[in-house]
């Protein structure tokens, strides 16, 4: 039996780094500390099923579609990855998606094959926090690490977002209930104010719930800053659904905070007007430090998803959706980001690695994937697959294979191999299709 101690779990963004876990014959059979969404990855992973929470499907074997149905013949890995590379280098615009779900080495040599292609490289945040990279671009980010949030905040915000589902430990490791060096009260020291437009499980644990109208997000941050800067005598009875006593409440609070915090989500990101809702919520919290110590930090979902922006920036000077189509690095979502170059039908291949485009894209981009030959890098059986031409398992990163990963406030961490992996790794056969790919175009 064989104990690791503090290993990362590789779910969500909170890359929570204090996991024990306890190996027997190069099977999992505890993990300590993770909350349920990690526990159910980390054991679920095991092929061989065994004591194991059989959560995710792994696929056993390479494989390649034989009918149109989800009909697959498995094949090895040297012609899983020929047929890859053949599609991949007949195509004349290629996409490649996904690297949420897999270590910055891999994003790395991905971003070198989408050189080699003339490929456009995106990742999963072009549907989710997409829009905060805009308005970090633009405005700048006040952040801090979730360490110093942890020891300082006596106010947390949530707008938009539900960590008691989407990341389980956030509240107790850093935000409301976390005890810390200058918050040794934890959450009795702390004031929690919730925004959304549904009364969510976080909303319910609040002191103070503030009920928007959907889509109304921008008005209320654009009345909560009238009201900050002393003009509150503009600012209607009542903005976005939200009587304006109760917004001159929360100002209230937020100003006397001694150090404040921000965390948003996919509500904020998503909803109507989308990266100018960021734009506004970061300049309410530089308005805010006119007053006191104010930051903002997205609630990043998957545990690498902020590595990929990381990697992608140093290497092409750009978050994601990068057209290399030029020859050099170009970039304007909305016009290279996965489903703008789905919608226009322009995208004639694609390689989906390490995350569900199936599953989370609109109709259309999925209809448009089905249609055209499409390469699946990934550990699990997913809706992608059902769509794919060429599927390639893969070891999984954090559990089998170690790298680096982004938590979400920025700070990079060493993930941890718990076993030896029984497939090839995401980086061996991305390294292996962009030699076939040279190959086969005469280079
Ligand atoms: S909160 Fe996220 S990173 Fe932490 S154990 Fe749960 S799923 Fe894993």
New binding site residues.
């Given amino acids: 039996m064989n104990v690791i101690t503090d290993a990362l779990?590789p779910?969500?963004g909170?890359?929570?780094d204090d996991i024990t876990v306890v190996v027997e014959d190069n099977k999992i059979i505890e993990a300590k500390h993770?909350?349920m969404?990690?526990s159910a990855k980390i054991l679920g992973h095991c092929r061989l099923g065994g004591n194991n929470i059989e959560t995710h499907h792994t696929i056993k074997e390479p494989m390649t579609r034989v009918d149109k149905n989800s009909n697959f013949k498995e094949v090895s890995y040297d012609e899983a990855i020929n047929e890859a590379a053949e599609i991949l280098a007949k195509s004349k615009r290629p996409l490649l998606y996904g690297w949420a779900s897999a270590s910055c080495e891999v994003h790395k040599k991905g971003l070198l094959l989408a050189e080699e292609l003339g490929a456009i490289i995106d990742n999963t945040a072009s549907v989710c926090h997409g829009p905060t990279g805009l308005a970090t671009h633009e405005k700048g980010s006040p952040s801090a690490t979730l360490g110093q949030i942890k020891n300082r905040a006596d106010v947390i915000v949530f707008w938009g977002c539900n960590p008691v589902q989407a990341?389980?430990?956030?509240m107790g490791r850093y935000s409301s209930f976390a005890r810390g060096f200058f918050s040794e009260k934890g959450r009795k020291g702390r004031k929690i104010i919730v925004l959304d437009v549904r009364k969510t499980d976080t909303a319910k644990m609040a002191d103070e719930y503030v009920e928007i109208q959907q889509g109304s997000d921008y008005l209320v941050i654009s009345a909560l800053r009238a009201i900050l800067s002393g003009h509150a005598d503009v600012v209607p009875a009542s903005v976005g659904g939200v009587l304006k006593d109760q917004l001159v409440k929360v100002v209230e609070t937020l100003k006397t905070a001694k150090f404040g915090a921000i965390f948003f989500g996919m509500g904020l990101t998503q909803s109507k007007s989308r990266y100018k809702n960021i734009d506004n919520a970061v300049s309410l919290t530089f308005d805010l430090n006119s007053f006191t110590k104010f930051v903002i930090t997205p609630m990043r979902g998957h545990?690498n998803v902020t590595g990929f922006n990381q990697v992608c920036t140093w290497e092409t000077g750009f978050t994601t959706a990068v057209d290399f189509s030029r020859g050099l690095p170009y970039y304007n979502p909305g016009e290279t980001a996965a489903n703008d170059v789905l919608n226009r039908n322009e995208v004639d291949a694609a390689m989906v690695i390490a995350a569900d485009a199936a599953a989370h894209f609109p109709a259309n981009s999925v209809r448009r994937l089905a249609k055209m030959p499409l390469v699946q890098i990934d550990p699990h059986w997913s809706a992608t697959t059902e769509i794919a031409n060429v599927v390639i398992p893969t070891a999984i990163c954090g559990i089998e294979v170690e790298g680096t990963a982004y938590r979400m406030d920025g700070v990079s961490l060493r993930l941890r191999k718990m076993i030896e992996p029984t497939h090839l790794t995401d980086e061996e056969v991305l390294e292996r299709i962009t030699q076939r790919v040279k190959e086969l175009r005469g280079e």
């Fill in positions: 779990c779910f969500c909170c890359l929570c993770a909350c969404l990690g990341h389980p430990r956030h545990y």
